[in-house]
């Protein structure tokens, strides 16, 4: 079994990318804005969660903080399905799928509580967190430019986020 953390590849454009899975960052650079226009391709989530990955390690500490936790759910929604399945009820075709669900809502949690602000590493909080930049509002900012929350701007990267289980 091998458990994949990633992001849905959707576009931050007009229109939605085709759907994959992007478990891995590479070694590109930061995804430049791309030029608009006939055939040009927007920024997607996964050319984000692969420039995050490579500046800042987002997935890779939260495993780090969470690894354990995470753990511990997948044992639980095993035993779940096992006991489950002993007691009469149909075979669940997704035994994982608490524990799954449990680990996309905690990473988004992790966001959200800003948890990655306190490790001391290089560049977290984010200029543009402490500064308060949203895309979220027409001024480019919070209200009374307050801090916000790193890597959640628009919300799109931290929503794309998923897990799943190959073998």
Request: proline share 7%; charged share 20%.
């Amino acid at each position: 079994m091998i458990l994949n953390l990633g992001v849905v590849d959707v576009s931050y454009g007009a229109g939605p990318a085709a759907p994959k899975r992007v478990a891995k960052a590479s070694k590109n650079p930061r995804p430049r804005a791309r030029k608009s226009g006939a055939g040009a391709a927007p920024v997607t989530t996964g050319d984000v969660a692969q420039w995050l990955e490579n500046r800042y390690h987002v997935v890779e500490h939260f495993w780090e903080l969470h690894g354990q936790e995470v753990a511990d759910d997948f044992a639980d929604s095993l035993s779940g399905a096992l006991e489950s399945f002993l007691m009469g009820a149909p075979a669940n075709l997704n035994p994982y799928g608490t524990a799954l669900s449990k680990t996309e809502d905690r990473f988004r949690q992790m966001l959200s509580l800003r948890e990655l602000d306190h490790l001391g590493y290089p560049g977290i909080p984010t200029m543009a967190a402490q500064r308060g930049v949203s895309s979220r509002h027409k001024s480019g900012f919070t209200k009374n430019p307050q801090p916000r929350p790193s890597f959640i701007d628009s919300g799109l990267y931290s929503r794309s986020f998923t897990a799943w289980v190959e073998g």
